[in-house]
């Protein structure tokens, strides 16, 4: 990634922290502008009141949810360029009971598939779900091919 990108990247990560903001602001306007209209006399003044606010509420959210799709992508942007540098050559001291109890701690369960899965609650989306697998091997990088062919579907 050169200079450019990086700054780019910046200023949008910028913009959906203060969409994000913005976001989390007009609610409290709106309830402002409802408090507001109980001491209007008219009751078109109170109607407007309530239009106001679920008018700032909608657009509020709106604005949530789409800086929160920004930043959650420019997340995963970063991590995928972080990751993506590495290559998997070995896993130091990394025994397979080792392996298993870890995931086991983490709260994983065996699947019928083979798989080890665990679902968490996730604030942007319903759920995240992990799958882990585990396989004897001596070499890494054959077995990293393997999977890679397994879940892109072509042949390697």
Known sequence: MNDTEQANEKVT???????FGLGFLLPLLGVGI?????????????????????????????LM????HEMDLSKIQQISQKYGRQELTKLSGMKKMDAL??????????EDSGYYRKKEFSLV????????KILDSSD?????????????????
Not at 13 to 19: D, E, G, Q, S
């Open 13 to 19: 990560i910028r913009k959906a922290r203060i969409k």
């Open 34 to 62: 409802l408090l507001a209209s109980i001491y209007v006399d008219s009751v078109w003044g109170f109607v407007g009141g309530i239009a106001g606010c679920l008018a700032c509420a909608v657009v509020g959210v709106i």
């Open 140 to 156: 890494v990088e054959a077995t990293v091919q393997n999977v890679r062919w397994a879940v892109s579907g072509r042949l390697p």
């Open 125 to 132: 989306k319903d759920s995240v779900t992990y799958y882990v």
């Open 65 to 68: 949810l789409r800086a929160a």
């Open 101 to 110: 109890r870890t995931i086991q701690l983490h709260g994983f369960q065996m």
